[in-house]
């Protein structure tokens, strides 16, 4: 089994910055993208950030959060990471992250969720 553990989320005022970490374990033979989504009530879940885990680790970044927001991985440790500076009271929401892996070469790529966690930013 595949296990996705997000930590980071928490309360901030805005203008401050957070630091969201997403571990994946379990049985896992390649990890090819990872990405950090996030949702409000009624609104669909959109995508913040993503990146490869090959080559040069290339990224996507939505456009509410470019020159805010760095997404970064750690392949050894098949985390990744979602430094959030300059924050707003809109990127209040639930943060999920997604991973794009097979749990073995006889397995397909298919996508896995984590729990998500909570951001609030609010004075």
């Known amino acids: 089994q595949v296990q996705l553990v997000e930590s980071g989320g928490g309360l901030v005022q805005p203008g401050g910055s957070l630091r969201l970490s997403c571990a994946a374990s379990?049985?896992?033979?390649?990890?090819?993208?990872m990405a950090w989504y996030r949702q409000t009530p009624g609104k669909q879940r959109e995508l913040v950030a993503g990146?490869?885990?090959?080559?040069?680790?290339?990224?996507n970044l939505a456009d509410s959060v470019k020159g805010r927001f760095t997404i970064s991985r750690d392949n050894a440790k098949n985390t990744v990471y979602l430094q959030m500076n300059g924050l707003k009271p809109e990127d209040t929401a639930v943060y999920y992250c997604?991973?794009?892996?097979?749990?073995?070469?006889?397995?397909?790529?298919?996508?896995?969720w984590g729990q998500g966690t909570q951001v609030t930013v609010s004075s």
């Open positions: 997604k991973a794009i892996l097979r749990a073995s070469l006889a397995t397909p790529y298919r996508d896995y």
């Open positions: 379990g049985s896992i033979f390649n990890i090819n993208y």
């Open positions: 990146i490869t885990s090959g080559g040069g680790g290339g990224t």
